[in-house]
């Protein structure tokens, strides 16, 4: 079978190096895929976001299976512009990935559907806002409606904070998606992400995992896309997670069958343990990145057959034997650190070059996984965006597999780099 892999960062390149060890698969092709993912198959230079140009890609390819990475196509709705032509897609329609697209849509449907989340309000006027959160109290979180590249969320710790914030979100700081805001409940608890691999009906769960999206040690400093990851999370017991199953993710998808939105692909549930059980935080309609890294590296089974009945609506009612291959006993506890350019999430330079990674690689339990990665004229690996590499490594326990990451990071020889040296504390302080 070959494949079709859209996307260029870390969370695809682990997608890439995973579903190339499938008995199943000949080759993965990518586009615009990275340095990591072009040893593994053909990478094209169509943008991810690029639906045109993608549509004809993929009629020149004609994959048996397309593999949609990030938000951007989706939201975009190629989904359905390829299914349309006859093409197995895994990755949601338009409509259904408007549970992250747009968080009045997301906030909606989880009411409708009687979904554990914070209470919120939602405005389009600074007065009404501004009342609101008189009502509420300190911390105050405000969020645009629609994609922000990850810094659509803030949290002020005043009234006066949040007020500009009002002001500057409904003036257009965030374009379009600032039109709408959300004021919601701030929630207090341990965060992790689940997902949810599901054809809309049937549901197969993934190990829970844990992202660290602070920039700094201790969990300080401005949100990033997320500086390392570690699953299993031991935060989600079996009781947090048989609520998730039932509270949240079993009315989500009946929800969204019902009302016509199926949805198909892997659902990113980012919860919110709390005093009062599992909350939602937030939907996305894509693996998590860091987490799919942690999780492509640390499951033994094979994922090609539960992504290919997720296309194909071949998982319902055959749970069971796919939940078989992600359960704990299969999945070796694993570590992800992100190693990223000095001045990330804020402005950085680029071209700086990376050595050691193929030594990093070789140490024992370690894959190293591109992001921002390019090549120099020569061949040489060079920076060339904010999260550069992901140092990926599974052990027996979470504490080896964290020690064998680190091991790797610093194997590598990059000094214009920097990463979190506390990924997996909240673990590692529970045991
Ligand atoms: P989101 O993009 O919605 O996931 O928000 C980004 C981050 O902000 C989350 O990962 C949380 O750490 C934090 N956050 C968002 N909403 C809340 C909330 N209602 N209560 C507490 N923290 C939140
Ligand atoms: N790691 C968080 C995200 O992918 O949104």
Redesign the pocket.
């Known amino acids: 079978m070959n494949i079709l892999l859209i996307g260029s960062g870390g969370r695809e390149h682990a997608l890439a190096w995973k579903i190339d060890q499938s008995p199943l698969v000949d080759v993965v092709h990518s586009t615009p895929g990275n340095p990591g993912m072009d040893v593994i198959g053909p990478c094209f230079d169509v943008a991810a976001d690029d639906i045109d140009n993608l549509v004809k890609l993929t009629l020149q390819v004609e994959p048996d299976l397309v593999v949609i990475g990030p938000e951007a196509p989706l939201a975009l709705g190629l989904a359905d512009i390829l299914r349309a032509r006859g093409f197995d897609v895994f990755g949601p329609s338009r409509l259904a990935a408007q549970l992250e697209s747009s968080k009045s849509f997301s906030k909606a449907r989880m009411m409708a559907y009687g979904v554990p989340t914070a209470a919120y309000g939602e405005f389009t006027t600074p007065a009404l806002a501004k009342s609101f959160l008189r009502t509420m109290e300190a911390p105050f979180v405000l969020k645009a409606d629609g994609l922000a590249a990850?810094k659509g969320v803030v949290i002020a710790e005043t009234l006066e904070q949040a007020d500009a914030e009002v002001d500057d979100m409904l003036s257009g700081k965030f374009g379009d998606a600032s039109a709408t805001l959300i004021i919601e409940e701030f929630m207090h608890g341990e965060e992790a992400?689940i997902f949810v691999i599901t054809d809309g009906h049937g549901a197969v769960y993934l190990p829970a995992a844990q992202?660290h999206?602070r920039v700094g040690d201790g969990d300080t400093g401005p949100n990033t896309?997320?500086m390392g990851a570690y699953a299993p999370a031991p935060v989600v017991t079996q009781a947090v997670m048989d609520r998730i199953k039932s509270e949240i993710v079993q009315p989500m998808l009946k929800g969204m069958a019902k009302d016509g939105m199926p949805y198909q692909g892997v659902l990113y549930v980012g919860v919110m343990v709390t005093g009062d059980g599992p909350k939602v935080v937030e939907f996305?309609a894509r693996f998590?990145?860091?987490?799919c890294q942690v999780l492509m590296k640390g499951l033994a089974g094979d994922i090609v057959p539960a992504i290919l009945a997720a296309a194909t609506g071949g998982l319902d009612g055959n749970e069971d034997a796919f939940e078989s291959l992600f359960e704990l006993e299969r999945f070796d506890p694993t570590a992800t650190v992100v190693l990223a350019s000095e001045g990330y999430p804020g402005s950085y330079a680029r071209g700086s070059v990376i050595n050691g990674l193929a030594e990093a690689n070789n140490m024992p339990g370690v894959t190293v996984f591109h992001a921002g990665t390019d090549r120099d004229s020569e061949g040489a690996i060079v920076a060339a965006g904010g999260r550069v590499l992901n140092v990926t490594a599974s052990g027996a326990s979470l504490e080896e597999a964290i020690s064998r990451a680190y091991a790797g990071v610093d194997r590598i020889d990059w000094p214009e780099g920097f990463c979190r040296r506390d990924i997996g504390w909240r673990a590692l302080k529970r045991s």
């Open positions: 990850g992400s992202d999206k896309g997320g996305n998590g990145d860091p987490e």
